[in-house]
Structure formats: C-alpha cells, structure tokens
C-alpha cells in the first residue's frame, strides 16, 4: 500500500516548512521501531519512522539542500536519515562535510550518509583519505583485532556495492587495505 500524497506548507520561496516535516514525522511514530533503534544506538531523539515513509516524503519533497541542513541540524535521527535523500551533495564543501559527518551517530544515518551524499561528491576520494589516515584501528594497533571483530559483527557497509578498483567501506576489508598499503 502506498503512502498518501502528504502536502505542506510551503514557504514564500516555495520550499517546504522544516516545522511541517518534523510534524509529520512524529505523526509517523511507530514505538516498537523506535525501542529496536535505540537498542542499536539511535539515541532518543528519533522516532521510529519506517525507512520506507522517509524515502516516500523524499520523493514528494524532491531535492531541497537548506531544508535538508534544517533537518540535519535538528540531531532527530529520522530527520537526519531524510535529509540525506532531499541534500545536494553539488552544494557542499569538504568542510561542510566534515562538520555534518561529526554529528553521525547511527549507523543507518551514517549509512544513507555515505550512499547518498558521500558517494556523489566529486572530492570523496579526498575524504576517504582524510578519513582513513585517522582510523582507530589503523592507528592503534592494540586496539585493532577488537575493531576488526567489532565490524565482523555489526557487518555495517559488509554488502556496500562498490566500483572496480576501489576499495570496501566494510571495516575489516578497509582495515586491511589500508594496512597493506602503509608499508
């Protein structure tokens, strides 16, 4: 069954009320999705949304990259997840990006983060870099076999569709690649 097509109030420029949507999203409560969330790292500020209503909403809202910072900026776990389906990846700087990977907690949002904006930045290779030289588990090597497991287990990104030459998000394989790469 598909959702209904949700109108809202819109701004003088056209754009879709921040207030709106997190109205509707509250709407959108759903208890049992929220305890399973939080049970996994999701914080209390969310509220369960089903990820298929999020991607709906995306639809009609269509591309709105402040509305998404709006959103963003709200640290609500839904809206976040919502925001980067509606982002602009053209309108965003490195440092912009940084700054909102910092807010990441969840790793469905962390998820959506990188396949829906992460992945279409023409500096992401720049990022992974960045990124890479940082990690704890290549940095501390005491710490490593623990961050391995960890990945295994969580298996975040383990089935991450990835393009011929690069490498796996999927930490144990990124882990190693890196590794293999410093000598």
Not at 65 to 81: C, F, P, Q, R, V
Request: charged share 25%.
């Amino acid at each position: 069954m598909s959702e209904p097509v949700l109108t809202f109030p819109r701004t003088a420029g056209g754009r879709v009320d921040q207030h709106s949507v997190m109205k509707q999203l509250k709407a959108w409560e759903h208890p049992k999705m929220r305890a399973v969330n939080a049970k996994h790292g999701a914080g209390t500020n969310q509220f369960g949304v089903n990820l298929g209503k999020l991607r709906s909403l995306a639809t009609q809202i269509k591309r709105d990259h402040t509305l998404a910072l709006e959103l963003w900026k709200s640290g609500n776990i839904d809206a976040m997840n919502l925001a980067t389906l509606i982002m602009d990846p053209k309108q965003l700087t490195q440092p912009d990006v940084e700054k909102l990977a910092k807010d990441l907690s969840y790793y469905t949002t962390t998820d959506w983060f990188v396949k829906n904006v992460i992945k279409a930045l023409p500096f992401k290779g720049e990022l992974c870099k960045k990124w890479a030289a940082s990690s704890i588990a290549v940095d501390y090597p005491q710490l490593r076999k623990r961050a391995i497991a960890i990945g295994n287990t969580l298996e975040v990104l383990k089935d991450y569709p990835v393009p011929k030459g690069c490498t796996s998000p999927f930490a144990p394989i990124w882990i190693a690649y890196i590794l293999e790469h410093r000598k």
